[in-house]
């Protein structure tokens, strides 16, 4: 799921089709309320519940009310008690939960790296440098190894048809 996508701050109000596929807008209230948890907390919420459409499945036992529970007490997947005798927020099974956070923390750290957006890579200068403008040079050579010199021939149409404006 994009919710990986709602801490991206500073803005004030987020995208719900970024969170959801109906439209409309998230302010952080309304992250809150829809989740559970702020939104600089949703890669900690994904690390526990997991993602599926990113591909990584979260912790074992560990739900939306739960992960929403202990974090909104403890804010971050790193300030959780190791041990869950010492949480002080009443969360169903617990000791499972504390368990499994305990032996494949490593991992939730993981998945929390892997739902959290990088905003300090440089990927482009300007919108205008996504625009396509047809095939690389090395486009063919693609099209032979993978066996699909249709594909090649679809992308000279396309490039004659976007030249022909």
Same mark, same amino acid.
């Given at each position: 799921?994009?919710?990986?996508?709602?801490?991206?701050?500073?803005?004030?109000?987020?995208?719900?089709?970024?969170?959801n596929?109906s439209p409309?807008?998230f302010?952080?209230?309304?992250?809150?309320?829809?989740?559970?948890?702020?939104?600089?907390?949703?890669?900690?919420?994904?690390s526990?519940?997991?993602? @599926?459409?990113?591909?990584?499945?979260?912790?074992p036992?560990?739900g939306a009310?739960?992960?929403?529970?202990?974090?909104?007490?403890?804010?971050?997947?790193? @300030?959780?008690p190791p041990d869950?005798?010492?949480?002080?927020?009443?969360?169903?099974?617990?000791a499972?939960?504390?368990?499994?956070l305990?032996?494949?923390?490593?991992?939730?750290?993981?998945?929390?790296?892997?739902?959290t957006l990088?905003?300090?890579?440089?990927?482009?200068?300007?919108?205008?440098e996504?625009?396509?403008?047809?095939?690389?040079e090395?486009?063919?050579?693609?099209?032979?190894l993978?066996?699909?010199p249709?594909?090649?021939?679809?992308?000279?149409i396309?490039?004659?048809?976007?030249?022909?404006?």
């Amino acid at each position: 799921m994009a919710r990986s996508l709602s801490p991206l701050g500073p803005w004030d109000v987020y995208p719900e089709a970024i969170l959801n596929p109906s439209p409309g807008t998230f302010d952080e209230a309304g992250v809150l309320a829809k989740f559970g948890v702020l939104p600089a907390a949703i890669p900690d919420y994904l690390s526990l519940v997991g993602d @599926s459409a990113d591909g990584y499945p979260g912790l074992p036992g560990w739900g939306a009310r739960s992960a929403a529970a202990i974090l909104q007490r403890y804010g971050s997947l790193e @300030s959780i008690p190791p041990d869950y005798k010492s949480w002080d927020v009443p969360v169903r099974c617990a000791a499972r939960l504390g368990q499994t956070l305990h032996t494949r923390r490593d991992l939730a750290l993981l998945f929390k790296d892997l739902a959290t957006l990088r905003t300090n890579v440089g990927v482009f200068e300007s919108v205008q440098e996504l625009e396509w403008r047809g095939p690389r040079e090395d486009f063919g050579a693609v099209c032979r190894l993978l066996d699909a010199p249709q594909l090649f021939e679809r992308a000279a149409i396309a490039q004659a048809n976007l030249r022909a404006g």
